[in-house]
């Protein structure tokens, strides 16, 4: 019976390590195209239109995001998020 309980504290700090890692790689890597396209150009209007339109595009999905994780099963749908939000974050960074 404990080691179930410790197998789940172990996939639960997992998780929590995982969903950091992948939060900082995110924000970092938005700031980094925000601070290129200062670089570039030499215009904060750029920079902060840039990082403007990824949270107005966060808050127009997250509704979708709360149906899409009600339809199914919830640690296959954290999983398949996990994998592909690290998939796109990979593609983003070796993209660029």
């Known amino acids: 019976m404990i080691e179930i309980y410790q197998r789940k ?7 929590i390590l995982n969903r950091s890692i992948l939060s ?6 938005l700031f980094a195209v925000s601070y290129f396209i200062l670089y570039e150009t030499g215009s904060a209007f750029y920079f ?3 990082l403007a339109i990824s949270v107005v595009i966060s808050l127009i999905l997250l509704p979708f995001a709360e ?4 339809l199914g099963n919830k640690r296959k749908t954290i999983i398949i998020g996990e994998r592909l939000f690290a998939c796109v974050i990979i ?3 070796v993209y660029i």
């Not at 504290?9 to 998780?15: A, D, E, G, K």
């Not at 900082?24 to 890597?29: E, M, N, Q, S, W």
């Open 9 to 15: 504290n172990v996939l639960i700090s997992y998780s």
């Open 67 to 70: 149906v899409i994780s009600d």
């Open 24 to 29: 900082a790689g995110d924000y970092i890597y």
């Open 91 to 93: 593609g983003l960074f």
């Open 48 to 50: 902060s239109i840039n």
